[in-house]
T-cell receptor, first 120, second 113 residues
């Protein structure tokens, strides 16, 4: 099966501009997650979709970040306006975990290669 | 928020040597995961641990879930050049959103042939 696909792989923008990152999860995976790693720091959770609904968006830094998953397929993460501290690698992950199902090796998260964002 | 302390931050070893890295937390986790990230790729799951005290192997990799549920270690035996990469531990929280993983800062492993 095809893996999690992210686009673009690298984006360089000026402070104040807008960037939209896209994630295509593995087909059939209802769960889609966004994570971010700022240089040298830990990978941090941003939000979690179940199909088209936001299950948990507790990790979103502020209202300059907007995530959508219309139709429950691919997702976009828009940063508007971008600030210097938004630079980092944005990872998308998906899983087939169902509500009430135990977390196990069969439904762990599969990560994409990431989208590197550089804000100048 | 919750944090995982992962050490060491980086390691430079000779091919054939064994490697050990660990993660500790002040909070309890009910699942520990170890991921590896190759350059230009996303993290890939190596080992998942679900029970306190559990010891699991995957080839040359061995990981354990600490009895207190607040720590885990990963060992790599007889390292080879393709072991190079960044290794992350991650914990899943009781009552947390499924997939809301807490990650360590990573251990960067370099292997000299």
């Amino acid at each position: 099966e095809a893996g999690v696909t992210q686009f673009p792989s690298h984006s360089v923008i000026e402070k104040g501009q807008t960037v939209t990152l896209r994630c295509d999860p593995i087909s059939g995976h209802d769960n889609l997650y966004w994570y971010r790693r700022v240089m040298g720091k830990e990978i941090k959770f941003l939000l979690h979709f179940v199909k088209e609904s936001k299950q948990d968006e507790s990790g979103m830094p502020n209202n300059r970040f907007l995530a959508e998953r219309t139709g429950g397929t691919y997702s976009t993460l828009k940063v508007q306006p971008a600030e210097l501290e938004d630079s980092g690698v944005y990872f998308c992950a998906s899983s087939r975990l169902r509500a009430g199902q135990a977390f196990s090796g069969a439904n762990v998260l599969t990560f994409g290669a990431g989208s590197r964002l550089t804000v100048l | 928020g919750q944090q995982l302390n992962q050490s060491p931050q980086s390691m430079f070893i000779q091919e054939g040597e064994d490697v050990s890295m660990n993660c500790t937390s002040s909070s309890i986790f009910n699942t520990w995961l170890w991921y590896k990230q190759d350059p230009g790729e996303g993290p890939v799951l190596l080992i998942a641990l679900y029970k306190a005290g559990e010891l699991t192997s995957n080839g040359r990799l061995t990981a354990q879930f600490g009895i207190t549920r607040k720590d885990s270690f990963l060992n790599i035996s007889a390292s080879i050049p393709s072991d190079v990469g960044i290794y992350f531990c991650a914990g899943l929280n009781y009552g947390g959103s499924q997939g809301n993983l807490i990650f360590g800062k990573g251990t960067k492993l370099s292997v000299k042939p």
